[in-house]
């Protein structure tokens, strides 16, 4: 069984529908071989990472930067999954109400540093929120779940 940690920061109504519609479109594969484990930031810990097969991490842009939760995961995994979990697949996607890009290279960054292995470009969801981004998330949520189905990542 492929399990899929995901991850994702949801302050507002328009992040919990992403939340959901990456949900909705993994369940929607019927996969019998790919599990999802989704938490938030705060609730996540290395245990939760070390038993995952890929994360998918989603977060807002906050100041240009990526939320604190999600910087607070970072720094609670990092060195205790360094070592253990380096190529592991991951799939990004922000919610940037400006730019974006200082959050992408900020995660990007400490992606490198574990080693773990982007499935696709991180996703930046720019501009007033609109409905086509949860198709957008959806559409990468089940790349990462067909991934690890079909042992691709």
């Not at 253990?84 to 200082?102: F, T, W």
């Not at 995660?107 to 930046?124: M, Q």
């Not at 501009?127 to 991934?147: H, R, S």
């Amino acid at each position: 069984m492929n399990r899929i940690l995901f991850v994702s920061h949801c302050p507002s109504a328009n992040t919990e529908s992403l939340r959901n519609a990456a949900l909705t479109g993994i369940a929607g594969l019927n996969l019998d071989d790919v599990m999802v484990v989704a938490k938030s930031p705060l609730e996540t810990d290395a245990n939760d990472v070390e038993n995952c097969d890929g994360i998918l991490l989603g977060t807002t842009e906050n100041f240009g930067y990526m939320a604190g939760l999600i910087k607070d995961f970072f720094e609670r995994v990092y060195y205790p999954c360094l070592e253990s979990k380096q190529g592991l697949p991951v799939a990004l996607y922000i919610r940037a109400g400006e730019d974006g890009r200082g959050t992408r290279s900020s995660i990007e960054k400490i992606l490198t540093g574990l080693r773990w292995k982007p499935i696709s470009e991180s996703l930046i969801l720019r501009g007033p929120y609109n409905d086509a981004f949860e198709g957008q998330v959806a559409e990468l949520a089940m790349t990462m779940a067909a991934g690890l189905d079909a042992n691709i990542f």
